[in-house]
C-alpha cells in the first residue's frame, strides 16, 4: 500500500501554522500494512510558485520540494491561507493551476484565507464552505455564489472541504486522516499532537473571549480570561458588572452591542466548553463536572449541555470513550474505502 500523496501550495506570505499544522499530521500518521509492519500514510510534498524559498507572514523560511507547474500526481491538495493568497499575486496563479489540474486530484482543501485562491476558480460555486471568521464576510460578498458558514471549524461538500482558522486546519488534516484510514489511526495522531480528534462547536466559541478582550475598555480587558479560571464562582449580572463597576443595565447594554447577546449565554458558553473537555477526561463523575464548572445542579447541567451540543452529557462522553478503546489493529486488514480493490494501491 503506497502512501497518498498531499501536496501543500506554499508562497510568498503564506500562514506558517496552515502549512505545518497539516504537514506534521499527515506525516507522523502510520498505518499498519497487512503484514503487520508499519508505514507512512502520507507523503507530503510542498509546492513552491517558483524554486526559491518562500517566507512566511511570521518570517519563517521555507524550501519547497518542487515547483508547482511541475507537481507529480496528487491525491490530496490543500491551499494554506496568508496575506499572499488574499491581497498578494499568489491566489490568482494558485486559481489558475487548480483550475487546469483539479480533474485529476481526489479532494482539494483551503484552509483560512486560502479560499482566496481556491473560490475564483468557481469550483466552489453552490457549495457550503468556511473560512476564518474575521473574512467570512468579505468572502460572501467578493465571491456571492459560495453559501458560507461563518463559524463551522471545517466543512466537506463534495470533493471540496474548507477550513476555518489557522489551527482548524489541525482539525481538517485529522478529519482526513480519519476518512482515509479510520478513526484509530486519525486519534494515535491526536494524541501525538495533544489535541482532541475532534472539537466540538465552532470558531465563535474561541473568537469570543478574545473578541472580548480586544475590543473591551480597560475596565473589560481581563474580564473573559478572569470568568475562564473562575467558573465556579458567582458569574451572575450583578457580580459581573460589580467587577467592572458598572451597574447591571450599563453592563449588559455594552456586553450586547459587542457582542449581539447576553452575558448569562456568554458565561453559560464558557462552562458547557470546559464541562466538555472535562468529560472527555473522564477523571470525573458528571454530577462532579457539572458541580466543578458552575451548575447549581446535575439536571440544569443536563438540560443546558444537551440544548448545546445535541447529546446528553453521558453519551457525549461514551462517544468519546469508544473511538478512544478503537484499537488500531481492529483495521489493519481493512483498507480505505478509495484504495480497496486495487492491490497495488493506486488512488481511483
Excluded at 506534521?24 to 507523503?43: H, K, M, Q
Excluded at 463523575?285 to 447549581?296: D, K, M, Q, R
Excluded at 448545546?308 to 457525549?316: L, M, T
Amino acid at each position: 500500500m503506497k502512501p497518498l500523496r498531499v501536496g501543500l501550495i506554499g508562497y510568498e506570505g503564506v500562514q506558517g501554522l496552515d502549512l505545518i499544522g497539516p504537514s506534521d499530521a499527515f506525516s507522523i500518521t502510520s498505518i499498519t500494512d497487512e503484514n503487520g509492519r508499519p508505514r507512512p500514510g502520507y507523503e507530503v510534498v510542498v509546492l513552491g510558485l517558483s524554486g526559491k524559498s518562500f517566507r512566511a507572514e511570521s518570517g519563517v523560511l521555507f524550501q519547497p520540494h518542487c515547483l508547482l507547474r511541475n507537481a507529480p500526481p496528487l491525491d490530496t491538495l490543500i491551499i494554506p491561507g496568508g496575506v499572499g493568497a488574499r491581497m498578494g499575486k499568489a491566489g490568482p496563479r494558485i486559481a489558475d493551476w487548480i483550475s487546469s489540474h483539479h480533474q485529476s486530484i481526489r479532494r482539494i482543501a483551503s484552509v483560512c484565507s486560502g479560499i482566496y485562491a481556491l473560490a475564483p476558480t468557481g469550483l466552489l460555486d453552490g457549495r457550503t464552505v468556511t473560512t476564518h471568521w474575521r473574512f467570512a464576510s468579505d468572502v460572501a460578498r467578493r465571491f456571492s455564489k459560495l453559501k458560507v458558514n461563518h463559524d463551522a471549524l471545517y466543512l466537506k461538500d463534495g470533493a471540496f472541504y474548507t477550513a476555518g482558522g489557522i489551527t482548524a486546519s489541525v482539525d481538517l488534516t485529522l478529519s482526513l486522516i480519519e476518512e482515509d484510514y479510520g478513526p484509530a489511526v486519525a486519534l494515535a495522531v491526536a494524541r501525538d499532537l495533544v489535541v482532541f480528534l475532534k472539537r466540538s462547536g465552532g470558531q465563535k466559541q474561541y473568537s469570543e473571549p478574545l473578541e472580548f478582550q480586544v475590543q473591551s475598555s480597560d475596565r473589560f480587558a481581563d474580564l473573559a480570561s478572569w470568568m475562564i479560571e473562575h467558573l465556579r464562582s458567582d458569574l451572575s449580572l450583578e457580580a459581573l458588572a460589580r467587577r467592572v463597576c458598572l451597574s447591571p443595565r450599563q453592563f449588559i447594554r455594552r456586553f450586547k452591542d459587542a457582542f449581539g447577546g447576553t452575558p448569562a449565554k456568554f458565561v453559560e458558553s464558557l462552562r458547557l466548553d470546559e464541562a466538555r473537555r472535562r468529560l472527555t477526561e473522564r477523571t470525573q463523575t458528571i454530577e462532579n463536572v457539572a458541580s466543578s464548572v458552575g451548575f447549581h445542579s446535575d439536571d440544569a447541567f443536563r438540560r443546558s449541555f444537551q440544548r448545546r451540543f445535541g447529546v446528553k452529557p453521558s453519551s457525549y462522553r461514551s462517544r468519546f470513550d469508544a473511538r478512544t478503546k478503537s484499537s488500531p489493529n481492529g483495521n489493519k486488514n481493512k483498507r480505505p474505502r478509495h484504495l480497496r480493490g486495487n492491490k497495488k494501491g493506486k488512488t481511483k
